[in-house]
């Protein structure tokens, strides 16, 4: 009995017979994923560029330029390798950088599997933007930062582009699962980093108990209950603990912002991601003074939060209790521009 990848497997031959060109194909691909409602947003942000992601990797060609190819004409098997490429990614709605085993940050490659999740954080891009531009404003010594963390470094992307910035610095990736590690230690490997990146397990900070850091990175679990439920398949994908923060997502964000002060250095900083949760991080913290760094995405997606801030907030690692809660509007945070 065909099963109905099998079936749609032999829809893409007979289209393997009819297209030839590469734009043929990537139009193709469009029509496919849209109309099977495919969801986006692990390196690309809509069907065309999915489409090219894929197409690109399936012929051996570099992740840009397309332009020279879309009017070249593929031979049948190449055409059929594309085809089922496709086929695969609307069948398994998995991620495209699961599929193809590689992601794309900031023009770097990293190995990606199922072990970790798909690197695409803004961290990314405000290590070479926001943070210098911020760091202008408030210099700190020219041997700065001398140790970098990235807490919860998974496949170890951030770790791997935070050592590229800062050469001088050592770097440590420290992460709970050991199955998210033993990728990051594939990465590191392919970087050349084996001397300078360090790859630690353990419960957040106890990976790096009585360490201080000038700089922490963190991309920690934070996508809320309600968010959680609602995830689309391509999401789902991915680990469940790099994923869920709790019901209003900030868990882990809590017991962080807590034990962060014993473990940056008097002129630290903790840089944090908390995607769409600003209105939940800022209901979290309500005394906390932090600034939030602009990315492309979004102006509150990223916050960094200087070790003094921190250690004035002296936030505790659980949630109060209910009805010790401040009102909204009793006590407002106070996030500064950079
Ligand atoms: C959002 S992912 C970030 C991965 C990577 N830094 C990135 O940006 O692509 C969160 C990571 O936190 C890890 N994690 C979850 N709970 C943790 C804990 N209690 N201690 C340390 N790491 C944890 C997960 O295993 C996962 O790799």
Do not use: K
């Amino acid at each position: 009995m065909s099963t109905a990848f099998d079936r749609r497997l032999a829809g893409a031959d007979a289209a393997a017979r009819e297209l030839r060109t590469v734009r043929d194909l990537l139009r193709w691909g469009v029509s496919r994923f849209e109309s099977a409602g495919l969801a986006y947003g692990h390196g690309t942000d809509n069907g065309w560029d999915e489409a090219v992601a894929l197409l690109l990797w399936a012929l051996h060609l570099p992740p840009e330029p397309l332009d020279p190819w879309l009017d070249a004409r593929l031979p049948r098997a190449e055409r059929r390798a594309v085809l089922e490429l496709f086929e695969r990614r609307v069948a398994s709605r998995e991620p495209a950088a699961y599929l193809t085993g590689e992601a794309w940050l900031r023009g770097m490659r990293f190995a990606c599997d199922a072990r970790a999740l798909v690197p695409r954080s803004p961290i990314a891009e405000a290590l070479d933007e926001a943070l210098p531009q911020w760091l202008e404003l408030h210099p700190r010594a020219p041997s700065w930062p001398a140790s970098i963390l990235d807490l919860c470094t998974g496949g170890a992307s951030l770790a791997i582009l935070a050592a590229h910035r800062f050469p001088e610095a050592q770097v440590v990736g420290a992460d709970l699962s050991a199955d998210a590690l033993a990728l990051a230690a594939v990465n590191r490997e392919r970087h050349g980093l084996q001397q300078r990146l360090e790859l630690l397990r353990g419960d957040l900070f106890a990976a790096v108990r009585g360490r201080r850091f000038d700089l922490v990175l963190c991309n920690p679990p934070y996508v809320n209950d309600a968010s959680m439920q609602a995830l689309p398949p391509e999401y789902r994908a991915e680990p469940r603990a790099a994923l869920a923060g709790g019901p209003d997502g900030m868990d882990l964000v809590r017991r962080i912002l807590a034990q962060a002060p014993s473990h940056l250095c008097g002129d630290g900083l903790l840089l944090l991601e908390i995607g769409h949760e600003a209105a939940h991080f800022e209901a979290a913290f309500p005394a906390l003074e932090f600034h939030y760094l602009p990315v492309a995405a979004g102006e509150r997606m990223l916050v960094l939060v200087e070790a003094g801030q921190l250690a004035a907030a002296a936030i505790r690692s659980r949630a109060p209790r209910r009805g010790s809660i401040p009102r909204r509007g009793t006590a407002r945070p106070r996030a500064r521009r950079p």
